[in-house]
């Protein structure tokens, strides 16, 4: 018999078995109550010894998924899943009224049960059943016990079976809400406001890339999906939120890798009245606060974090010298050499960028900061005082992966409004990322945006960071696909 059709077999049996429950008016109750979650009573009463155990009489009622099953006759064991974990159960014959009825039961059916808690002989926390209920009958069969859901594109596809059969991928995705939930504490505590902006755009802006478009009928125009909420976020500071923060989906309609997907999740917040040295500073501690927090404690983040140059990093990691940087045929010769591609008549800068980001970035193991981007890629952020063609800007790289991007914030609405031309014209002359002109914005500017500085933090990227995953896919629930 093939797979399909003996998968197809063993549903139409659990269809058999779920039609005579609704004839006994048995399928799918509403009425069970649960006490206790796996976990919690073997947190509980692990410590105690099978006699002092007997002793407590501990009465408990649990409910979770069938996820294995010895029959043995007269007595049986099984054990459960629960969202904490699993715990074995023990079922006699001779102590429950239905235990023919448990014996139908199936890999995958989500059971009640009350009963007693107790140690077996060979120290297994157990609970001597008194009473079970069948709560959900499951129609289709769980994937093979042993190899689990290994395909990685069914695992994608079919997460909730992925999550039901891989503890692992469980435990990743409670780490990545450890995460977001210990940063949004960690900036409360530090006197922050969470604020939600639009997700859908007028004028894209924020970040340098390519938008989803959608159509507002009432409205009859075109709407944007946000790449980033920058630009509303610091209207909020014109407006007297000195301390602002928003945890969301950001959209970009740009290509698929273990890196990048085009939905994902950012934290960016804004402070007044300091700079990007500070910004540094504070993400650094807030790093190291979150991780003293989290159930997995990744060591990369004990060392204190590094900084350096974009040339710096560049010159470190290539055979260019200092020199060669502000050489515009030095620059190209090496580009041809590595095969990086370059755009046509690309300035020193935008090559230099691409250099950094070939050759350097990826070896960027230990957390660092890189510093003085050159202003012509950072249409938002200040330049430095000691030199205009660098912004005051960095981006923060753990691994390889860029986790985390700020800049002191350009709050001159002229000088912005002239950023925001040179932006448009490139768009013009066709490159897709750049920026649109937002009158809009430039007001806000125009009634006075305080010093600030802000920080975009990529959640997804951070949580592969910290639980080890090897793609970004793996960390989102349900990541973008292509059509079957």
Do not use: W
Request: glycine share 4%; net charge neutral; with cysteine.
């Amino acid at each position: 018999m093939t797979q399909d059709k003996e998968e197809n077999h063993l549903i139409e049996e659990r269809r058999k078995k779920l039609a005579e429950l609704r004839l006994a008016k048995k399928a799918y109750p509403n009425d069970f109550k649960r006490r206790h979650l796996s976990q919690e009573l073997i947190d509980e009463l692990d410590q105690f010894s099978k006699e002092d155990l007997a002793k407590k009489n501990k009465k408990t009622t649990v409910a979770g998924r069938i996820m294995l099953r010895r029959l043995m006759g007269k007595a049986s064991f099984t054990t459960i899943q629960d969202f904490s974990g699993r715990i074995q159960l023990y079922l006699r014959a001779d102590e429950l009224s239905n235990y023919d009825e448990f014996k139908n039961y199936d890999l995958g059916d989500i059971v009640g049960v009350e009963g007693i808690v107790f140690k077996t002989n060979t120290g297994e926390l157990s609970i001597h059943v008194k009473k079970i209920k069948l709560l959900t009958k499951s129609l289709r069969p769980l994937p093979e016990k042993h190899s689990g859901l290994t395909d990685t594109e069914l695992r994608y596809r079919k997460r909730y079976l992925d999550l039901l059969t891989n503890p692992e991928s469980l435990e990743i995705f409670k780490t990545r809400t450890e995460i977001i939930n210990n940063m949004r504490s960690f900036l409360i505590e530090e006197k922050f406001i969470e604020v939600e902006t639009p997700m859908m755009h007028p004028i894209p802006g924020g970040a340098t890339a390519r938008p989803f478009v959608t159509h507002h009928n009432s409205l009859n125009m075109d709407l944007f999906l946000r790449v980033a909420p920058e630009l509303y976020l610091k209207r909020l500071v014109v407006g007297g939120f000195e301390k602002v923060f928003e945890i969301n989906r950001n959209f970009r309609n740009e290509g698929l890798s273990t890196r990048h997907n085009p939905e994902f999740t950012m934290l960016e917040f804004y402070t007044a009245f300091v700079d990007s040295n500070f910004q540094m500073d504070f993400i650094e501690k807030m790093f190291k606060k979150i991780v003293k927090n989290l159930t997995i404690k990744p060591k990369i983040f004990k060392k204190p974090f590094l900084q350096l140059t974009m040339d710096n990093a560049v010159i470190m990691h290539t055979s260019l010298k200092k020199k060669d940087l502000a050489d515009s045929k030095s620059l190209k010769e090496f580009c041809k050499k590595e095969k990086i591609k370059i755009p046509q008549k690309a300035s020193n800068s935008i090559i230099k960028n691409e250099i950094f980001e070939a050759c350097a970035e990826g070896k960027l193991i230990e957390p660092t900061f890189i510093t003085d981007y050159p202003i012509e890629i950072s249409p938002l952020a200040r330049a430095s005082s000691s030199d205009p063609n660098i912004a005051e800007r960095f981006e923060l790289f753990i691994d390889g992966k860029e986790i985390a991007n700020g800049f002191s914030e350009l709050n001159d609405p002229e000088e912005q409004a002239e950023r925001f031309k040179d932006q448009a014209a490139k768009k013009d002359s066709g490159d897709k990322e750049a920026m649109h002109f937002d009158r809009d914005y430039i007001e806000a500017l125009e009634h006075g945006l305080p010093p600030c500085a802000g920080v975009g933090i990529g959640i997804d990227r951070l949580t592969m960071l910290i639980t080890g995953a090897e793609s970004i896919r793996d960390v989102l629930l349900f990541p973008q696909l292509k059509n079957k």
